[in-house]
């Protein structure tokens, strides 16, 4: 039986050493396949010429596929992966156990071009997880056939969401969500759905024990296009994994930690499960939105005789430099006002000091932020302690 609580103690043995960053690109992942004997099978290449891997594990009958990064920009999930494929080649029974009931193929890096330049979109801008109709992109393709000629009882989707998610009507971070999509626009639920909410409910009653209070469910409004719902409309039990902010961790080390925990949760339930009960997946909180990355209070902002005394809303934004080819977190003003129902990831109070800004003494929207208020100071999208 597992034991998540000792799962979790354990995690540091099999953690994937080299993943700390939150972007991780081709060339970071053709570097682990130099230095991990895991053998690896090219099933495509996207459209700059990438290829795409799949390795596979296990002897079971039943068939798990696990994808990551078809959102460029998404690598939580792909440094879980690994973290997955360590624990898979350690001693562990548990391990062991699932290798011997299930074929677990994984694909990671669906999208190696936009993870190069950390973007959701592929190299022409296409999002592939809205491309399931069109099939418009090189690499929803690749992803269609592994699917046609495997076989699979379940699929794992794992993505990434934004710090701005919190659990329910709680300040807790929604550093995990889940979600069993909908199969059309009355988000019905029939057999397909049942079994994905009763694993993703085991998945939920094992993290609960480690990562209490933070875990959240997705909205699960029918998106015609998506990959999840026309696999569910398919007759596949699609779980989405979203991996999104804990406390202090920007690089998404203690999330990429916690979602591993979750993959292994979800294929030991399927070895230990032919029914999985759903009655409790209504009650995982919905996702709110209610934080933003920082709030500075009672903000002075004045022009001549006019004056406002607002709080301003900061969002990070992970940018790419191709010139000097890193990523980069900046600071951007993204809401001006009123903002006493937003919680803030950090809160300053400016106790009505006055806003300096470089050209204008007044805050701009959506640009990299420079600007000085009381000893609080932001220069191009870095904050100054």
């Given at each position: 039986?597992?034991?998540?609580?000792q799962?979790?103690?354990?995690?540091?043995?099999?953690?994937?050493?080299?993943f700390?960053k939150?972007?991780?690109n081709?060339?970071?992942?053709?570097?682990?396949?130099?230095?991990?004997?895991s053998e690896?099978?090219q099933?495509?290449?996207?459209f700059?010429?990438?290829?795409?891997?799949?390795?596979?594990?296990?002897?079971?009958?039943?068939?798990?596929l696990?994808?990551?990064?078809?959102?460029g920009n998404?690598?939580?999930?792909?440094r879980?992966?690994?973290?997955?494929?360590?624990?898979?080649?350690s001693?562990?029974?548990?391990?062991?156990?699932?290798?011997?009931?299930l074929?677990?193929?994984?694909?990671?890096?669906?999208n190696p071009?936009?993870?190069?330049v950390?973007?959701?979109?592929?190299?022409v801008?296409?999002?592939?997880n809205?491309?399931?109709l069109?099939?418009?992109?090189?690499?929803?393709?690749?992803?269609?056939?592994?699917v046609?000629?495997g076989?699979?009882n379940?699929?794992f989707?794992?993505?990434?969401q934004?710090t701005?998610?919190?659990?329910?009507?709680?300040?807790?971070?929604a550093?995990l969500?889940?979600?069993?999509?909908?199969?059309?626009l009355?988000?019905?639920?029939n057999?397909v759905?049942?079994?994905?909410?009763?694993?993703?409910?085991?998945?939920n009653?094992?993290?609960?024990?480690?990562?209490?209070e933070?875990?959240?469910?997705?909205?699960?409004?029918?998106?015609p296009?998506?990959?999840?719902?026309?696999?569910t409309?398919?007759?596949?039990?699609?779980?989405l994994f979203?991996a999104?902010h804990y406390?202090?961790?920007?690089?998404?080390?203690?999330?990429r930690e916690?979602?591993?925990?979750?993959?292994?949760?979800?294929?030991?339930?399927?070895?230990?499960?032919?029914?999985?009960?759903?009655?409790?997946?209504?009650s995982i909180?919905?996702?709110g939105?209610?934080?933003l990355d920082?709030i500075?209070?009672?903000?002075l902002?004045?022009?001549?005789?006019?004056?406002?005394l607002?709080?301003?809303?900061?969002?990070?934004?992970?940018?790419?430099?191709?010139?000097?080819?890193?990523?980069?977190?900046?600071?951007?003003i993204?809401e001006?006002?009123?903002?006493?129902k937003?919680?803030?990831?950090?809160?300053?109070n400016a106790?009505?000091?006055l806003f300096?800004?470089?050209?204008?003494?007044?805050?701009?929207?959506?640009?990299?932020?420079?600007?000085e208020?009381?000893?609080?100071k932001c220069?191009?999208?870095?904050?100054?302690?």
């Amino acid at each position: 039986m597992l034991d998540i609580n000792q799962l979790e103690k354990d995690y540091p043995n099999f953690r994937q050493e080299g993943f700390d960053k939150k972007w991780l690109n081709f060339e970071q992942l053709n570097h682990y396949f130099s230095i991990k004997s895991s053998e690896k099978e090219q099933i495509g290449s996207s459209f700059l010429g990438n290829p795409i891997y799949k390795l596979s594990f296990g002897t079971g009958e039943r068939r798990v596929l696990i994808w990551s990064q078809m959102h460029g920009n998404e690598s939580s999930g792909t440094r879980a992966m690994f973290d997955v494929i360590n624990f898979f080649e350690s001693n562990s029974t548990i391990a062991q156990t699932i290798l011997s009931q299930l074929t677990i193929d994984f694909i990671p890096m669906l999208n190696p071009d936009g993870a190069n330049v950390n973007t959701r979109r592929n190299a022409v801008g296409i999002d592939i997880n809205r491309d399931f109709l069109a099939k418009q992109s090189t690499e929803i393709h690749i992803l269609l056939n592994q699917v046609e000629k495997g076989n699979y009882n379940v699929l794992f989707n794992l993505h990434d969401q934004r710090t701005i998610f919190n659990v329910g009507q709680t300040n807790e971070p929604a550093t995990l969500s889940f979600l069993a999509p909908s199969f059309n626009l009355e988000e019905e639920v029939n057999d397909v759905r049942k079994k994905t909410m009763g694993i993703i409910q085991a998945i939920n009653s094992d993290l609960q024990k480690v990562i209490p209070e933070k875990i959240g469910r997705y909205t699960s409004e029918f998106y015609p296009m998506s990959t999840g719902d026309n696999f569910t409309k398919m007759g596949y039990p699609c779980v989405l994994f979203e991996a999104g902010h804990y406390p202090n961790d920007y690089e998404r080390n203690k999330t990429r930690e916690y979602n591993a925990l979750a993959i292994i949760s979800g294929l030991n339930a399927l070895t230990i499960k032919t029914e999985f009960p759903y009655d409790e997946y209504s009650s995982i909180p919905q996702n709110g939105q209610k934080f933003l990355d920082i709030i500075i209070r009672n903000v002075l902002i004045k022009q001549n005789e006019n004056s406002s005394l607002v709080d301003l809303g900061i969002y990070f934004e992970d940018v790419y430099s191709e010139k000097n080819n890193l990523v980069e977190r900046v600071a951007k003003i993204i809401e001006i006002g009123d903002l006493r129902k937003f919680v803030g990831h950090l809160e300053l109070n400016a106790d009505k000091e006055l806003f300096k800004g470089i050209g204008k003494d007044y805050p701009l929207l959506n640009q990299i932020a420079t600007f000085e208020i009381g000893k609080i100071k932001c220069e191009n999208g870095q904050i100054i302690d």
